[in-house]
Nanobody, 131 residues
Framework: QVQLVESGGGLVQPGGSLRLSCAAL????????IGWFRQAPGKEREGVSC????????YYADSVKGRFTISRDNAKNTVYLQMDHLQPEDAAVYYCAALGTMSNAHAMCVMTEVYFAMDYWGKGTLVTVSS
């Protein structure tokens, strides 16, 4: 079965860290750009960070720049999102998505037409930031 599976979410105090994982099952990530998106209650889903299929292009939303780091390990068929200095406004369900042979990480994260063209979506992992 072809799917993306997110893990690593949980409850963390403000200022804490989490590392999210996005694992591909049934296909290899080598030829896919991967994006992390999040959706908080009552808000639209937003692009947080994306990485091109080659890893040469990355994008970060202004709200997470300097705090989050996206990386990919093709040998493990997994993409990670290291989240440091978490704040209450980072609380959301985090989803990963895959788009084949996408070389523009910025476009993947911010363009509506690209959003609706994703090949695969995971089911999400919940991040709660609270003291």
């Amino acid at each position: 079965q072809v799917q993306l599976v997110e893990s690593g979410g949980g409850l963390v105090q403000p200022g804490g860290s989490l590392r999210l994982s996005c694992a591909a099952l049934g296909f290899t990530l080598d030829d896919y750009a991967i994006g992390w998106f999040r959706q908080a209650p009552g808000k639209e889903r937003e692009g947080v960070s994306c990485i091109s299929y080659s890893g040469g292009s990355t994008y970060y939303a202004d709200s997470v720049k300097g705090r989050f780091t996206i990386s990919r390990d093709n040998a493990k068929n997994t993409v990670y999102l290291q989240m440091d200095h978490l704040q209450p406004e980072d609380a959301a369900v985090y989803y990963c998505a895959a788009l084949g042979t996408m070389s523009n990480a910025h476009a993947m994260c911010v363009m509506t037409e690209v959003y609706f063209a994703m090949d695969y979506w995971g089911k999400g992992t919940l991040v709660t930031v609270s003291s």
